[in-house]
C-alpha cells in the first residue's frame, strides 16, 4: 500500500459509503483511478468487507449494550463458536482475545431477562464454559 491507498482506507474506514468520486476529491484522484484503487484494495483481501454501525441502545430505547466475556470449553474451537454465535440477532460482533478468554462479544438485548437467555445461550449452544458480563451505561463517542 503506498501513501494514496492509505488515504483511501482512512476515509472509507470513517464513511464507506463515499462515492468514488467524493473519495477522489478527498485523496487527488479522478473518479475511474479512485474506483480501480478500490477494487484492487478488495482483489487484494485489504479491504475485506463494508458494514455499518449504529448506535446500538438508541437504536432500541430500553435496551441494553452488553459486553460479554467468553472462555470456551476445551472441545470447542474457535471456528465453532463463531459458527455458533454468527446467527444469534443479539449479538454485534465477537472479538479473539488473549489474556484469561478467548472472546468479547458485544451485543444488544431488551433487558436483563434476554440477557440472562443470551448468556443461558452463549453456554449451551456455543460453546461457552465461563462468562463475564459487563453493561455499558452510556454511549462514549470519540470522534
Given amino acids: 500500500m503506498d501513501r494514496i491507498d492509505?488515504?483511501?482506507?482512512?476515509?472509507?474506514?470513517?464513511?464507506a459509503r463515499l462515492s468514488f468520486s467524493e473519495?477522489?476529491?478527498?485523496?487527488?484522484?479522478?473518479?475511474?483511478a479512485t474506483a480501480a484503487r478500490v477494487r484492487k484494495l478488495e482483489a487484494e483481501g485489504t479491504i475485506t468487507g463494508y458494514t455499518i454501525t449504529t448506535a446500538a441502545?438508541?437504536?432500541?430505547?430500553?435496551a441494553l449494550e452488553v459486553y460479554i466475556d467468553v472462555r470456551l470449553a476445551s472441545?470447542?474451537?474457535?471456528?465453532?463458536f463463531l459458527?455458533?454465535?454468527g446467527p444469534l440477532t443479539e449479538v454485534i460482533d465477537a472479538v479473539h482475545l488473549t489474556g484469561g478468554f478467548d472472546f468479547l462479544?458485544?451485543?444488544?438485548?431488551?433487558?436483563?431477562?434476554?440477557l440472562d437467555r443470551l448468556v443461558k445461550r452463549l453456554k449451551r449452544d456455543c460453546g461457552a464454559a465461563?462468562?463475564?458480563?459487563?453493561?455499558?451505561l452510556r454511549p462514549a463517542r470519540l470522534t
Avoid: K, M, W, Y
Fill in 6 to 15: 492509505e488515504q483511501i482506507f482512512a476515509e472509507l474506514r470513517h464513511n
Fill in 23 to 32: 473519495l477522489g476529491r478527498r485523496v487527488g484522484l479522478s473518479t475511474a
Fill in 57 to 62: 441502545t438508541t437504536a432500541r430505547p430500553g
Fill in 75 to 80: 472441545d470447542f474451537d474457535d471456528a465453532d
Fill in 83 to 85: 459458527a455458533a454465535v
Fill in 105 to 114: 462479544v458485544r451485543a444488544v438485548v431488551a433487558d436483563t431477562a434476554s
Fill in 130 to 136: 465461563s462468562t463475564q458480563t459487563r453493561v455499558a
